[in-house]
């Protein structure tokens, strides 16, 4: 069953409310950013890490009313319009966008948001069953500056990206910098275990600075695992003994293929064992 309700601004309302208008400068300029989070047995995973991001983007942004972004407002939202949904486990996305009149340059840059959530049905984090197949999309490189690490509104690197995976019947795609090295997949950080040591790519390669790249990371240290940031040129990929993906709703995917390479999920499942103990 769908969700009935939504959170506008603080207002809880029901889903299929008209709100926008086509002054909204988020639906006009992509002026805004979001957050991907996920719920389980009621409560926000991860609540501290998603408040830090979201905070982060929103001060880079120049958005006004950062601060009371934090952990707490994302709890009491959160489990405020999952109670209202009877829901317990779910996708969530929050999406925060500037609430003013002008063209490019806004009048304001006060805060306006509105809180979504789909119902899921697993209560933890389950490694998928079948590995991924994938390929490297090439043809809109991401490019390199400080907006790249942050969630923006205008996400159509990835909207064309998503087009090239359907077209060519793919699970998800790798997408490249605009110095051709390894930057994310379509909606997640990538780790590649290559010579019994794990690298993702840096930050300074563009990838979004995603909530569950960071836990992994986290995990993979206390683990023992070696792990390096890194410029990670799309070669290895054909040289890699194991590849997967991470992002905060999903936790841990495996990829089974790249081409004619094919890939093992040891370090994976280790990692996902270990993320569930969270």
């Known amino acids: 069953m769908p969700p009935v309700y939504i959170n506008f601004n603080g207002e809880i309302l029901p889903a299929d409310s008209i709100l926008l208008t086509v002054a909204n400068r988020a639906f006009k300029y992509g002026d805004g950013l979001f957050e991907s989070m996920r719920l389980m047995k009621g409560k926000l995973k991860f609540p501290e890490l998603h408040a830090e991001r979201l905070q982060k983007g929103m001060k880079a942004l120049k958005i006004d009313g950062y601060s009371q972004a934090d952990s707490w407002f994302l709890k009491e939202k959160v489990e405020e319009l999952a109670r209202r949904n009877k829901i317990k486990h779910g996708r969530l996305r929050l999406t925060v966008y500037r609430d003013a009149e002008g063209l490019y340059a806004p009048t304001q840059n006060k ?17 998928n069953e079948r590995g991924l197949i994938m390929d490297v999309y090439t043809e809109l490189p991401k490019p390199l500056n400080w907006l790249s690490n942050i969630k923006t509104c205008n996400s159509l690197v990835y909207v064309m990206a998503g087009i090239y995976k359907q077209q060519n ?18 909606s ?34 206390d683990n023992n695992i070696p792990i390096t940031e890194a410029q990670i040129n799309p070669e290895i990929l054909n040289a890699a003994d194991e590849v997967f993906l991470t992002n905060a709703t999903k936790g841990i995917q495996w990829v089974m293929g790249y081409g ?13 064992d270990e993320l569930n103990k969270l």
């Open 111 to 127: 805060m306006a948001y509105c809180l979504e959530i789909q119902p899921l049905d697993e209560p933890r984090y389950f490694l």
């Open 169 to 186: 019947k793919l699970d998800d795609v790798f997408l490249i910098n605009q110095n051709r090295f390894l930057c994310e997949a379509n």
């Open 188 to 221: 997640s950080n990538i780790f590649v275990w290559y010579q019994n040591h794990l690298y993702t790519p840096a930050l300074s390669e563009g990838c979004v600075e995603g909530v569950m790249r960071r836990v992994v990371i986290q995990l993979a240290l």
């Open 260 to 272: 004619v390479k094919r890939y093992f999920n040891r370090i994976s499942k280790a990692l996902m």
